[in-house]
């Protein structure tokens, strides 16, 4: 499969089945908080950067034998709504099976009416907002030069009108960076525009593209939550236990391949033909077992047991 992956075990929506809608990190952004890696092309121009046709035949095939899917998301590795023809490939998902469909995105293409248009069918959009001024927005998330925080946050105020699914609106949290008194204030006064389902509040728990990157402290999370008020949570852990979509055979043939010699999550995701975000949650939940340990050589960090 080159567009579908998983299901994979999500702390926000249960077991999800990714479905990828651009290469390997086409986005609009260059989050210093990224998991996957640094941006390659950035770009905020639309087209169909991945075939339609193509990931809909790959997702029919996978629905036939599918395990647990709590959602299909469109999310992978870079900016979904990105592809032009997203909004097709969500009506064609709808009438093809009743799982409910989340788009994860970045939010800085919201200003488009046809992008609008084109997620009002799915059941959850989950955007995010790290950064209500400018200047932290640049610090964050490096944006393509023509995006402006304010743009988007009336993008998706504008949006959040019209929308009749769930919005849950997350909120990366950047040590020393967007969790400032000022930028909290902004924040909490775009989002109060916004007017989510829910606001999630995340820092970065997985290695991030930029290795000084810092999270914040449980405690410092915990009094963020109490600043937004009820709807706000804190993303909790998935517990994949009793759940077979996580494949034990993928676990040891991880465990086989860093036997070997110290891999990259991109190196176990070339091995053994893994989407680089299923990579991810399986290294994750290795280093909590203790069956293997990370370390960071040249810039690039290195999984071995």
């Known amino acids: 499969m080159s567009y579908i992956f998983g299901p994979v075990p999500s702390r926000r929506l249960g077991f999800s089945l990714g479905v990828d809608l651009v290469p390997f990190k086409v986005c609009s952004l260059d989050c210093i908080y990224c998991q996957i890696g640094k941006t390659t092309r950035k770009t905020v121009a639309r087209k169909e950067y991945a075939p339609s046709t193509k990931i809909l035949s790959e997702l029919e095939k996978t629905l036939i034998g599918s395990k647990t899917i709590d959602y299909i998301t469109l999310s992978g590795s870079g900016e979904p709504t990105l592809n032009s023809k997203i909004g097709e490939i969500i009506r064609k998902i709808k009438k093809m099976t009743t799982i409910p469909v989340a788009v994860l995105t970045n939010a800085t293409l919201l200003s488009d009416d046809a992008l609008k248009k084109d997620l009002l069918p799915a059941d959850l959009v989950v955007p995010s907002l790290d950064g209500a001024t400018q200047d932290v927005f640049e610090k964050v998330n490096r944006p393509c030069a023509s995006l402006k925080t304010e743009k988007i946050i009336r993008g998706?105020?504008?949006?959040?009108?019209?929308?009749?699914?769930?919005?849950?609106?997350?909120?990366?949290?950047?040590?020393?960076?967007?969790?400032?008194e000022s930028e909290l204030n902004a924040l909490k006064s775009a989002v109060e525009q916004i007017n989510p389902d829910k606001i999630q509040l995340n820092t970065p728990v997985r290695p991030p593209c930029e290795l000084w990157v810092e999270t914040l402290s449980a405690s410092k999370l915990i009094k963020v939550k109490k600043f937004f008020g009820n709807k706000c949570e804190i993303i909790a852990k998935f517990d994949r236990k009793g759940h077979k979509a996580y494949l034990k055979d993928v676990e040891d043939e991880i465990l086989?391949?860093?036997?070997?010699?110290?891999?990259?999550?991109?190196?176990i995701s070339s091995s053994l033909c893994l989407h680089i975000n299923e990579v991810i949650k399986y290294v994750e939940d290795l280093e909590k077992q203790k069956k293997i340990s990370s370390k960071i050589y040249q810039g690039k960090r290195y999984f071995q047991r």
């Not at 086989?256 to 190196?267: A, E, F, G, H």
């Open 156 to 180: 998706m105020i504008d949006f959040s009108k019209v929308y009749k699914g769930e919005i849950w609106l997350e909120i990366m949290l950047v040590k020393g960076i967007n969790e400032t």
């Open 256 to 267: 086989t391949l860093i036997n070997r010699r110290p891999v990259t999550s991109k190196d």
